[in-house]
């Protein structure tokens, strides 16, 4: 039979496995950012905020390892087009990190004539 190990030594092992996943994870998600926002410039955006807020929800409950994300896009691509029509050409761009990557997005796509 194997050598049980102590509490305190089960407790260290836990814990910096704990950070390297956080590490990982850290790396990943800066990739990640860097990733959307190329992607995004497909729309020519006269402004584009992406904001990463993972640390917020790091540990809540159905979180399977992909980064949240607050979207601004300001595009003339948007011009004439619905709230629904714009998610969906922004969807359809990052469709491929969804949900590995990107566990949750929350947009804000503006087109420049649309009223303030």
Known sequence: MG???SFCHRKYIFKRYNQ??????????????LEIEKRLRLFAPAELKLTDLSALHA??????????FQLKIVSSHFSGKSQIMRHRMIYQT??????????????VAISPDDPI
């Open 3 to 5: 050598k049980r190990r």
């Open 20 to 33: 390297a996943l956080s590490q990982d994870f850290t790396v990943k998600l800066m990739s990640i950012d």
């Open 59 to 68: 540990g809540h409950q159905g979180h399977n390892g992909g980064g949240h």
């Open 94 to 107: 990052l469709n491929d990190l969804i949900p590995q990557q990107i566990h949750a997005l929350s947009i």
